[in-house]
């Protein structure tokens, strides 16, 4: 791998900056881990050091056109090229630099052969640690990059940006379809409380239960055992009864804690994104109980459908409501209290209304979740294609070659 960079190239680590040297100024940018993508500069970063402190340390300046060679975060090895960012710039150590300066070698040759996953399982297998794996820089020179004639590869390079084009299209309208799909669904359910008496929701209950605390092992309860459903397992509309832990002591266990197929649960304390979030369970493994975290909602069935209210609840003027009326600084919980969920204002329908609204809305959810579902497997098709062509392409198989490349006898090198 360091071969490739000829003899006024570099190919070197990034340097150690401590949080102090953060704090002397904003002269000179910091690129770090998270900037680096899969053959593209993501720009996530925004840490600086001053000019001062830059000298001081006597750090490599990273300049426009340099590969940044990540190495550790999955996956490890992936590089890109650095863009021209207007200013002076470093990077972290856990970052090599690659800087090509022989002219037989195209840099985006080399970023392209790093990312394929043939070089990809290389440093894999090269790399070292139990919790975050990293290869270091000379297990990363050892890597063999396949070196064609230049011609070639930068034939190779426009082949496999051509394509990424195509596959980048595609991916790009079904996320506008999706994206439109969610927003017909978001007017949808705000349809749910268009019309009607305005109500709040402690009018429209006939008691709420509140789950309870359970210390818990780390993992997910076997199938037998008593399990406390988590945080995660509550978004929009959406119940996954995998999410939960396994009890520690079930002595403890009451079954009236135990959800039930049919139950209208709500998330009291959750991320700021699902604060509030209800769901209808249309049915629950045995033994799953509700948490301290959790409210069941019990409707009053001659005013409300519980389908109805799920969706109600979900709708974008309740999640406005809710949002307003959740405490918490912090977006990784906010907190819901009973009092402030039996405010929320809604507009309650006649009951045959509530019922052919909840039977529109499904079907049109049904809809959206068999899109999404469509969606995320064309995006696993479309990385798997992306890998597909980096294999090919660093192996001569992209384009049509000559007679004696198709013999074996390849005029590539692995440097």
Excluded at 114 to 140: D, F, M, Q, V
Excluded at 162 to 185: C, H, K, N, P, W
Excluded at 211 to 222: I, K
Aim: net charge neutral; with cysteine.
């Amino acid at each position: 791998m360091d071969s490739v960079v000829g003899e006024e190239g570099l190919f070197t680590d990034g340097d150690w900056i401590l949080s102090t040297d953060l704090q002397t100024g904003e002269d000179v940018r910091l690129l770090q881990l998270g900037d680096i993508g899969v053959g593209e500069f993501l720009d996530k970063s925004s840490k600086w050091i001053s000019r001062e402190r830059h000298e001081e340390l006597g750090c490599t300046e990273v300049r426009a056109g340099d590969i940044l060679i990540s190495r550790m975060a999955e996956p490890i090895a992936r590089a890109c090229r650095v863009p021209d960012l207007g200013c002076t710039c470093i990077t972290a150590v856990d970052v090599t630099i690659c800087r090509i300066e022989d002219p037989r070698i195209d840099p985006d040759w080399v970023v392209l052969a790093l990312n394929s996953p043939a070089l990809r399982l290389a440093a894999e297998k090269l790399s070292s640690g139990t919790t975050r794996k990293r290869i270091t820089r000379k297990k990363l020179a050892r890597l063999p990059v396949p070196v064609p004639p230049l011609d070639e590869q930068r034939r190779i390079v426009s082949y496999v940006r051509q394509y990424f084009v195509y596959i980048d299209g595609a991916g790009e309208l079904l996320e506008a379809a999706t994206s439109r799909l969610a927003a017909l669904s978001a007017a949808l359910l705000q349809q749910a409380v268009a019309i009607g008496d305005e109500r709040t929701v402690g009018e429209i209950l006939e008691g709420i239960e509140a789950g309870r605390s359970f210390r818990c092992h780390g993992h997910p309860a076997p199938l037998g055992k008593w399990g406390v459903i988590k945080v995660s397992a509550m978004t929009w509309g959406t119940f996954r009864e995998e999410e939960n832990k396994e009890v520690l002591d079930e002595s403890y266990v009451d079954g009236r804690w135990e959800i039930q197929s049919g139950d209208l649960l709500v998330s009291r304390a959750n991320t700021s994104a699902h604060v509030g979030a209800a769901v209808l369970v249309h049915r629950s493994r045995p033994k799953l109980l509700l948490s301290d975290k959790s409210l069941r909602l019990l409707p009053d069935r001659a005013a409300v459908s519980p389908a109805w209210l799920c969706y109600a609840l979900n709708a974008p003027a309740s999640r406005e409501q809710m949002s307003a009326l959740a405490t918490g600084t912090s977006d990784s919980m906010r907190n819901l209290s009973q009092d402030k969920l039996q405010a929320i204002r809604l507009r309650v329908p006649p009951m045959e209304e509530q019922v052919r609204l909840t039977r529109d809305i499904y079907r049109h959810l049904a809809r959206e979740q068999a899109l999404q579902e469509a969606v995320a497997a064309r995006q696993e098709t479309a990385a798997l294609l992306r890998r597909s062509v980096l294999q090919d392409a660093t192996r001569g198989w992209l384009y049509p070659v000559d007679a004696r490349t198709r013999a074996g006898e390849s005029r590539w090198q692995d440097r």
